[in-house]
Nanobody, 120 residues
Framework: QVQLVESGGGSVQAGGSLRLSCAAS?????MGWFRQAPGKEREGVAA??????SYYADSVKGRFTISKENAKKLYLNMSSLKPEDTAMYYC??????????????????WGQGIQVTVSS
């Protein structure tokens, strides 16, 4: 059974930093972070493929960094956080490559999500 377990969320003031972690039960070629704020659609934040290529939403470029460890642990380092980064963050995984790594409907597997709250 596939499991993706997120950790590391919480509350922080604007300008602060947080690191999210995702522990995967297996190897997946493509993994990503998505977020969903109340009343908004789920959006791609960052993704990384097995060949090391990474992708970012324009809204987080230069502030967030995605990385992997041992192919089964995915991280999202978030700095210079803004109130608009407040959302539920989800780890997602896909067995294969994809042309659209920041599109949520490409992904097969999802974690339960973890809350990130940034106060002004």
């Amino acid at each position: 059974q596939v499991q993706l377990v997120e950790s590391g969320g919480g509350s922080v003031q604007a300008g602060g930093s947080l690191r999210l972690s995702c522990a995967a039960s297996g190897y997946f070629f493509t993994m990503g972070w998505f977020r969903q704020a109340p009343g908004k659609e789920r959006e791609g934040v960052a993704a990384m493929k097995g060949d090391g290529r990474s992708y970012y939403a324009d809204s987080v470029k230069g502030r967030f960094t995605i990385s992997k460890e041992n192919a089964k642990k995915l991280y999202l380092n978030m700095s210079s956080l803004k109130p608009e980064d407040t959302a539920m963050y989800y780890c997602a995984a896909l067995d294969e490559d994809t042309w659209y790594p920041l599109q949520h409907d490409e992904y097969n597997y999802w974690g339960q999500g973890i809350q990130v709250t940034v106060s002004s």
